[in-house]
């Protein structure tokens, strides 16, 4: 099972760009049929699907951050990252990535989550 | 985008008891249907994947079934750890979405 973990900062200002970084362990990036991506949730608030990258490399946005959001690999890293750009108070939440196994399998392999907080 | 709605919102129930969480999808999914289980402060937890597949480890209490576009999680035996917010999600679209979230609490 792969093991994820986020990483980056815990504030920013408004009107920048939040990026986070998902490290993969117990397993490469590279692996086929994996799906890499990222979830958000308001404080006290329901899940919110923010994109993925996808095995093969295309990407599918939330229609509603479309415009604001780049997900991409880095396999000399291990890694996924997020860019959500142009943030404001809304976009405080946790951030969770995560992993679909492809094949209809659902979302099995969460990282613990990071609080991102846009604040001046 | 596919809408889905989840009921109840909050649901009150007392160890032991049979418990049954809907989830309606504004549109027919081809059986790509997920349910996952968070506790405050964790991050979600797969359930049940592809309508009534069961996660490995998961107990076997929890069941999933339906089609189309209405959808049931039911616990059989509720148990103290039970006691979580579910979540049910589409994977039918390019574009995913989860139901709003259920809470389930002690009676």
């Known amino acids: 099972q792969m093991q994820l973990q986020e990483s980056g900062p815990g504030l920013v200002k408004p009107s920048q760009t939040l990026s986070l970084a998902c490290t993969v362990s117990?397993?490469?990036?590279?692996?086929?049929?994996?799906?890499w991506s990222w979830v958000r949730q308001p404080a006290g608030k329901g899940l919110e699907w923010i994109g993925r990258?996808?095995?093969?490399?295309?990407?599918n946005y939330n229609p509603s951050l479309q415009s604001r959001v780049i997900i991409s690999v880095d396999t000399s890293k291990n890694h996924f990252s997020l860019e959500l750009s142009s943030v404001t108070a809304a976009d405080t939440a946790v951030y969770y990535c995560?992993?679909?196994?492809?094949?209809?399998?659902?979302?099995?392999?969460w990282g613990q989550g990071t609080l991102v907080t846009v604040s001046s | 985008d596919i809408q889905m709605t989840q009921s109840p919102s909050t649901l009150s129930a007392s160890v032991g008891d049979r418990v049954t969480i809907t989830c309606r999808a504004s549109?027919?999914?081809?059986?790509?249907l997920a349910w996952y289980q968070q506790k405050p402060g964790k991050a979600p937890k797969l359930l049940i994947y592809?309508?009534?597949s069961l996660e490995s480890g998961v107990p076997s209490r929890f069941s999933g079934s339906g089609s189309g576009t209405e959808f049931t999680l039911t616990i059989s035996s509720l148990q103290p750890d039970d006691f979580a917010t579910y979540y049910c999600?589409?994977?039918?679209?390019?574009?995913?979405?989860f139901g709003q979230g259920t809470r389930v609490e002690i009676k």
């Open positions: 990258i996808n095995s093969d490399g295309s990407t």
């Open positions: 549109q027919s999914l081809n059986n790509w």
């Open positions: 999600q589409q994977y039918q679209s390019y574009s995913w979405t």
């Open positions: 117990g397993g490469s990036i590279n692996s086929g049929g994996y799906h």
């Open positions: 995560a992993t679909y196994r492809g094949g209809g399998s659902g979302v099995g392999s």
């Open positions: 592809k309508v009534s």
